[in-house]
Protein backbone atom coordinates (compact mmCIF):
# COMPACT_ATOMS: atom_id res chain seq x y z
CA UNK A 1 0.00 0.00 0.00
CA UNK A 2 1.47 3.19 -1.04
CA UNK A 3 0.47 5.97 1.54
CA UNK A 4 1.60 9.76 1.20
CA UNK A 5 1.94 11.98 3.69
CA UNK A 6 0.76 15.50 3.19
CA UNK A 7 0.80 19.03 5.14
CA UNK A 8 -0.04 22.60 4.04
CA UNK A 9 3.61 24.18 5.02
CA UNK A 10 6.64 23.20 6.47
CA UNK A 11 7.06 22.67 10.23
CA UNK A 12 3.77 20.79 10.73
CA UNK A 13 5.01 17.35 11.35
CA UNK A 14 4.82 15.33 8.15
CA UNK A 15 8.34 14.26 8.19
CA UNK A 16 8.06 13.06 11.89
CA UNK A 17 5.01 10.94 11.07
CA UNK A 18 6.55 9.45 7.72
CA UNK A 19 9.68 8.08 9.37
CA UNK A 20 7.71 7.32 12.41
CA UNK A 21 5.21 5.42 10.81
CA UNK A 22 7.87 3.70 7.94
CA UNK A 23 9.83 2.60 11.31
CA UNK A 24 7.13 0.61 13.33
CA UNK A 25 6.23 -0.94 10.28
CA UNK A 26 7.72 -5.08 9.72
CA UNK A 27 9.24 -3.96 6.47
CA UNK A 28 8.99 -0.77 4.58
CA UNK A 29 9.82 1.62 1.89
CA UNK A 30 10.51 4.82 2.84
CA UNK A 31 10.55 8.06 -0.12
CA UNK A 32 11.51 11.64 0.48
CA UNK A 33 9.64 13.26 -2.40
CA UNK A 34 10.14 16.60 -0.68
CA UNK A 35 13.34 16.92 -3.45
CA UNK A 36 14.07 20.80 -2.24
CA UNK A 37 14.98 20.09 1.12
CA UNK A 38 15.00 16.26 1.84
CA UNK A 39 15.39 15.52 5.97
CA UNK A 40 14.23 12.41 6.20
CA UNK A 41 17.40 10.77 5.85
CA UNK A 42 19.07 12.72 8.80
CA UNK A 43 16.92 10.27 10.95
CA UNK A 44 17.30 7.22 9.15
CA UNK A 45 21.01 7.52 8.63
CA UNK A 46 20.72 4.71 6.00
CA UNK A 47 23.90 2.22 5.35
CA UNK A 48 24.70 0.77 2.25
CA UNK A 49 24.58 4.34 0.51
CA UNK A 50 24.48 4.35 -3.53
CA UNK A 51 23.62 7.65 -5.86
CA UNK A 52 22.47 8.10 -9.02
CA UNK A 53 22.34 11.29 -11.21
CA UNK A 54 19.24 12.56 -12.44
CA UNK A 55 18.97 14.83 -16.22
CA UNK A 56 17.01 16.09 -18.09
CA UNK A 57 16.71 16.89 -22.21
CA UNK A 58 17.31 20.51 -22.90
CA UNK A 59 17.07 21.48 -26.83
CA UNK A 60 20.61 23.37 -28.61
CA UNK A 61 19.56 24.89 -32.24
CA UNK A 62 22.15 24.00 -34.51
CA UNK A 63 22.78 27.83 -36.53
CA UNK A 64 23.65 26.69 -39.91
CA UNK A 65 20.23 24.58 -39.93
CA UNK A 66 18.19 27.16 -38.47
CA UNK A 67 16.17 29.57 -40.67
CA UNK A 68 14.74 31.84 -38.37
CA UNK A 69 11.10 31.14 -38.71
CA UNK A 70 10.86 31.66 -35.50
CA UNK A 71 7.78 28.82 -35.11
CA UNK A 72 9.33 27.21 -31.91
CA UNK A 73 9.55 30.72 -29.96
CA UNK A 74 6.16 30.93 -30.63
CA UNK A 75 5.30 27.27 -29.68
CA UNK A 76 7.06 27.33 -26.47
CA UNK A 77 4.52 28.50 -23.77
CA UNK A 78 6.72 28.89 -20.92
CA UNK A 79 9.04 31.55 -22.98
CA UNK A 80 12.36 29.52 -23.15
CA UNK A 81 13.05 30.27 -26.65
CA UNK A 82 14.24 33.97 -28.04
CA UNK A 83 15.17 34.87 -31.53
CA UNK A 84 17.09 37.85 -30.98
CA UNK A 85 20.01 39.38 -33.93
CA UNK A 86 19.36 36.56 -35.94
CA UNK A 87 20.46 33.74 -33.16
CA UNK A 88 17.99 31.46 -31.67
CA UNK A 89 18.46 31.47 -27.71
CA UNK A 90 17.36 28.57 -25.38
CA UNK A 91 17.00 29.38 -21.85
CA UNK A 92 17.75 26.73 -19.98
CA UNK A 93 16.39 27.52 -16.26
CA UNK A 94 13.11 27.77 -17.62
CA UNK A 95 12.63 24.91 -20.57
CA UNK A 96 10.47 22.32 -19.21
CA UNK A 97 12.01 19.55 -21.63
CA UNK A 98 8.59 18.73 -23.44
CA UNK A 99 10.32 18.22 -26.97
CA UNK A 100 7.74 20.44 -28.57
CA UNK A 101 10.19 23.16 -30.56
CA UNK A 102 12.23 20.08 -32.12
CA UNK A 103 9.01 17.65 -32.93
CA UNK A 104 8.17 21.24 -34.68
CA UNK A 105 11.00 22.44 -36.19
CA UNK A 106 10.85 22.36 -39.80
CA UNK A 107 14.37 22.68 -40.43
CA UNK A 108 15.33 19.53 -38.02
CA UNK A 109 17.88 22.20 -36.29
CA UNK A 110 17.73 20.40 -32.93
CA UNK A 111 19.29 18.18 -31.05
CA UNK A 112 19.47 17.67 -27.29
CA UNK A 113 21.39 17.54 -24.54
CA UNK A 114 21.47 16.38 -20.73
CA UNK A 115 21.63 18.57 -18.47
CA UNK A 116 21.66 17.31 -14.49
CA UNK A 117 19.41 18.64 -12.16
CA UNK A 118 19.75 16.44 -9.12
CA UNK A 119 19.95 12.66 -7.77
CA UNK A 120 18.52 9.78 -6.29
CA UNK A 121 19.93 8.49 -3.22
CA UNK A 122 19.31 5.04 -1.60
CA UNK A 123 20.23 3.43 1.86
CA UNK A 124 19.04 0.83 4.68
CA UNK A 125 17.83 1.22 7.85
CA UNK A 126 17.11 -1.48 9.73
CA UNK A 127 14.13 -2.30 8.43
CA UNK A 128 13.22 0.65 6.14
CA UNK A 129 14.82 0.93 2.40
CA UNK A 130 15.61 4.68 1.98
CA UNK A 131 14.84 6.58 -1.21
CA UNK A 132 15.62 10.42 -1.19
CA UNK A 133 15.60 12.86 -4.33
CA UNK A 134 17.64 15.65 -4.26
CA UNK A 135 17.14 19.04 -6.43
CA UNK A 136 20.49 20.84 -7.38
CA UNK A 137 19.88 24.46 -5.74
CA UNK A 138 18.50 26.87 -8.86
CA UNK A 139 16.47 24.30 -10.41
CA UNK A 140 13.16 25.20 -11.32
CA UNK A 141 10.99 22.11 -11.02
CA UNK A 142 11.89 19.00 -8.99
CA UNK A 143 8.91 16.89 -10.85
CA UNK A 144 11.93 14.50 -13.18
CA UNK A 145 13.26 13.39 -9.80
CA UNK A 146 9.91 12.61 -8.37
CA UNK A 147 9.09 10.39 -11.44
CA UNK A 148 12.25 8.76 -11.44
CA UNK A 149 11.75 7.89 -7.09
CA UNK A 150 8.02 6.54 -8.18
CA UNK A 151 8.39 4.66 -11.23
CA UNK A 152 10.20 1.08 -10.05
CA UNK A 153 8.11 0.83 -6.58
CA UNK A 154 5.41 -1.52 -8.13
CA UNK A 155 6.83 -4.62 -6.21
CA UNK A 156 8.44 -2.72 -3.41
CA UNK A 157 7.61 -4.00 0.42
CA UNK A 158 3.43 -3.96 1.75
CA UNK A 159 4.25 -0.46 3.27
CA UNK A 160 5.33 2.66 1.07
CA UNK A 161 5.81 5.71 2.44
CA UNK A 162 5.72 8.72 0.69
CA UNK A 163 6.98 12.08 2.43
CA UNK A 164 5.58 14.64 0.22
CA UNK A 165 7.17 18.61 -0.03
CA UNK A 166 4.84 20.98 1.57
CA UNK A 167 1.66 22.75 0.13
CA UNK A 168 -0.31 21.68 -3.20
CA UNK A 169 1.78 22.74 -5.97
CA UNK A 170 2.57 20.41 -8.99
CA UNK A 171 5.05 18.46 -7.34
CA UNK A 172 2.76 17.26 -4.31
CA UNK A 173 0.62 16.27 -7.52
CA UNK A 174 3.11 14.51 -9.15
CA UNK A 175 3.77 12.46 -5.59
CA UNK A 176 0.26 11.64 -4.54
CA UNK A 177 -0.62 10.54 -7.87
CA UNK A 178 -0.41 7.04 -7.95
CA UNK A 179 -1.15 7.11 -3.69
CA UNK A 180 -3.53 4.25 -2.03
CA UNK A 181 -3.95 6.56 0.62
CA UNK A 182 -3.24 9.97 1.69
CA UNK A 183 -2.28 11.55 5.76
CA UNK A 184 -3.10 14.81 6.41
CA UNK A 185 -0.98 16.19 9.05
CA UNK A 186 -2.32 19.51 10.96
CA UNK A 187 -1.54 22.08 13.65
CA UNK A 188 -4.34 22.87 16.08
CA UNK A 189 -4.42 26.42 15.31
CA UNK A 190 -6.25 28.70 12.50
CA UNK A 191 -3.43 28.97 10.40
CA UNK A 192 -3.27 25.32 10.86
CA UNK A 193 -6.67 25.05 9.50
CA UNK A 194 -5.66 27.26 6.47
CA UNK A 195 -3.14 25.01 5.20
CA UNK A 196 -4.85 21.77 6.23
CA UNK A 197 -7.58 22.93 3.86
CA UNK A 198 -5.47 23.21 0.77
CA UNK A 199 -4.16 19.55 0.89
CA UNK A 200 -7.66 18.64 1.54
CA UNK A 201 -8.86 20.56 -1.31
CA UNK A 202 -6.06 18.49 -3.31
CA UNK A 203 -7.00 15.12 -2.28
CA UNK A 204 -10.45 15.25 -2.65
CA UNK A 205 -9.46 16.87 -6.64
CA UNK A 206 -7.63 13.83 -7.16
CA UNK A 207 -10.18 11.73 -5.60
CA UNK A 208 -7.88 9.63 -2.89
CA UNK A 209 -8.75 8.44 0.22
CA UNK A 210 -7.46 10.38 2.89
CA UNK A 211 -7.54 10.98 7.09
CA UNK A 212 -5.93 13.25 9.27
CA UNK A 213 -3.62 13.26 11.80
CA UNK A 214 -3.96 16.13 14.51
CA UNK A 215 -0.26 16.84 15.82
CA UNK A 216 0.90 19.08 18.54
CA UNK A 217 -2.39 18.43 20.68
CA UNK A 218 -3.08 20.05 23.59
CA UNK A 219 -6.16 20.71 25.88
CA UNK A 220 -8.81 22.70 24.85
CA UNK A 221 -10.49 23.83 21.67
CA UNK A 222 -8.69 22.40 18.63
CA UNK A 223 -9.64 24.38 15.27
CA UNK A 224 -8.68 21.94 12.85
CA UNK A 225 -10.29 19.22 14.71
CA UNK A 226 -13.63 21.26 14.56
CA UNK A 227 -12.90 21.11 10.79
CA UNK A 228 -12.95 17.61 10.63
CA UNK A 229 -16.14 17.38 12.00
CA UNK A 230 -17.31 19.62 10.17
CA UNK A 231 -16.47 18.65 7.05
CA UNK A 232 -16.73 15.15 7.55
CA UNK A 233 -12.83 14.10 7.94
CA UNK A 234 -12.28 11.11 8.93
CA UNK A 235 -9.52 11.92 12.29
CA UNK A 236 -6.99 8.47 12.21
CA UNK A 237 -4.50 9.88 15.11
CA UNK A 238 -3.77 12.36 17.67
CA UNK A 239 0.20 13.31 18.85
CA UNK A 240 0.50 15.75 21.81
CA UNK A 241 2.61 18.49 22.06
CA UNK A 242 5.22 16.84 24.02
CA UNK A 243 8.69 18.25 24.86
CA UNK A 244 10.30 14.83 25.03
CA UNK A 245 8.88 13.87 21.62
CA UNK A 246 10.03 17.21 20.25
CA UNK A 247 13.71 16.46 21.63
CA UNK A 248 13.90 13.17 20.06
CA UNK A 249 12.62 15.24 16.84
CA UNK A 250 14.77 17.94 16.92
CA UNK A 251 18.10 15.76 17.46
CA UNK A 252 16.89 13.54 14.10
CA UNK A 253 16.20 10.89 16.12
CA UNK A 254 13.82 7.76 15.38
CA UNK A 255 11.07 8.24 18.22
CA UNK A 256 9.73 5.04 18.12
CA UNK A 257 13.10 3.39 18.25
CA UNK A 258 13.94 5.29 21.35
CA UNK A 259 10.69 5.15 23.38
CA UNK A 260 8.07 2.30 24.23
CA UNK A 261 5.39 5.13 24.51
CA UNK A 262 5.62 6.72 20.65
CA UNK A 263 6.32 3.27 19.51
CA UNK A 264 2.80 2.24 20.90
CA UNK A 265 1.67 5.19 19.70
CA UNK A 266 2.17 5.20 16.27
CA UNK A 267 1.87 1.49 15.74
CA UNK A 268 -1.80 2.19 16.61
CA UNK A 269 -1.87 4.98 13.96
CA UNK A 270 -0.29 2.61 11.69
CA UNK A 271 -2.84 -0.14 11.88
CA UNK A 272 -5.41 2.56 11.27
CA UNK A 273 -4.35 3.64 8.07
CA UNK A 274 -4.04 0.22 7.21
CA UNK A 275 -7.54 -0.52 7.98
CA UNK A 276 -8.82 2.43 6.05
CA UNK A 277 -6.50 2.00 3.20
CA UNK A 278 -7.30 -1.52 2.74
CA UNK A 279 -11.20 -1.13 2.76
CA UNK A 280 -10.21 2.21 0.54
CA UNK A 281 -8.52 -0.78 -1.91
CA UNK A 282 -11.47 -3.29 -1.66
CA UNK A 283 -14.36 -1.06 -2.04
CA UNK A 284 -12.82 1.37 -4.71
CA UNK A 285 -10.46 -1.07 -7.30
Not at 199 to 206: D, P, R
Amino acid sequence: MKVAVLSGKGGTGKTLVSVNLASVAKESLYIDCDVEEPNGHLFFKPKNYASESIAVKIPISDEKLCSGCRKCVEFCKFNALAFIINKLIVFENVCHSCGGCILLCPEHAFREKDKPIGQVQYGVSENVTVMTGVLNPGELSGVPIIKKLLQDIVNGPELIMIDCPPGSACIVMESIKDADYCILVAEPTLFGVHNLNLVYELVKLFKKPHGVILNKCVEGENPAEKFCIEKDIKVIGQIPFDSALGTLNSNAQISVRENKKYHDLFSSILQVVTQEGSHETVTNP
